[in-house]
């Protein structure tokens, strides 16, 4: 009889909340149950501001995916955004604990555990340990050490950190919003789980995940994550040049780009016009729709030029053999990825989830990629019959000592 495991994914955007509950079986397949969405405005740039607010539209959110699932759950793998979250690569070194020099789980805890040794701030918390690559006496490369003979094991790490009080309240709304949190997880590297193959990780690819506040760009190589920054714009910042071009309210422009929005003005014939309603509502003027494109275009372009530099400046731009890949909620916007190319001097494609079964055609577009990936990161965390990884188990307890004292590292992950 085939065991199955349910997790639920809840995705804490700037512009609204999204929880997916899927379903995983033994083999890895996982099934999507249920979908729900529920607008915000208690958060801003990934952080969250208001948390009565939060805690409404996490709840809002979480009973439409119940209700569509036909189930109840008490648990979520929350997404962790906004421009707080940073990265560093960090290496640990130990001596093989057994008589024999067989290296065992225990060895590989310790090892990865030794490499989070960093200097950290006070006011800052590792949010993932995640393992690069093993080193036994020397021989470099390894993948999975475990049963390896060797009496010095090494590890190269790529470690996150976050600011402690955002951390703290994201995790404090889904408590009040009646739910105890399994993993926090940052939403780049969550994007990735749902929209990256195996293959563009291991030969390199860098990742951009256009949220409303804020962008987050991920270098993946040899099948983990190398890098990860979070820049401080996003559609919002669209939507609010075109508010402000047009004379008109951000509802107002948000919907006018979603319908007529574009990125290359010279692909919108001259002649195509559209209406646009001024602030106060009583004048309606004739736009030529390309003025739309003049608006969006430079901005879309600086975002990628943005994440470029960003790139750049992580010294891994010569490792992206697989390219780019644009995925969220911005991706939704046209000719976004003609911009991106028009940045990147690589191949560029729109990632959208993928390998899921059950209601699939509910979460296919980009916006859903963080969510429906936390889905997948929860499979991966904690496989049916193994016990070999465990989430934080964040219960409603102290939120600190919970969250400090979790041994953060996720053994053979990718």
Known sequence: ??????????DLGTSKVATVVGESDEFGNIAILGV???????????VVVNIEKTVGSITAAAHAAERMAGIRFDSVVVSLAGPHLSSQNSRGVIAVSRDDHEIGHQDVERV??????????????????????FTVDGQDGVKVATGMTGSRLEVETHIVTGAQTSIQNVIKCVHQAGFDVDDVVSQGLASGQAVLSGNEMELGVCLIDIGAGTTDVVVFSEGSGLHLAVLPVGGNHVTSDM???????LIEAETLKLNYGHTLAEVIPSEERIQVREVGGEKVQQVPRRYLAEII?????EIFQMAR?????????????????????????LGTIDAAQGVFDSSVRLGLPSGF??????????????????VRWGAKLQPLGNGKHHGNGHGNGNLTSAYSKSVRWLRDFF
């Open 309 to 333: 530099e960003e790139v750049s400046k992580s010294g891994y731009d010569g490792l992206l053999p697989a390219g780019v890949v644009v995925t969220g909620g911005g991706a939704r916007l």
């Open 112 to 133: 990865v555990d030794a490499s989070r040794a960093i200097s950290v701030p006070s006011d800052r918390e590792v949010v993932h340990v995640i393992p690069r690559s």
């Open 36 to 46: 729900g969405e529920a607008p915000t405005e208690g958060l801003r740039k990934g």
């Open 297 to 301: 275009g430079p901005r879309v372009r």
């Open 357 to 374: 079964g059950g209601l699939a055609d509910r979460v296919s577009g980009p916006s859903f990629a963080t969510a429906v990936g936390l």
């Open 243 to 249: 508010a402000i071009g047009l004379r008109t309210t």
């Open 1 to 10: 009889m085939t065991r199955r495991q349910r997790i639920v994914g809840l």
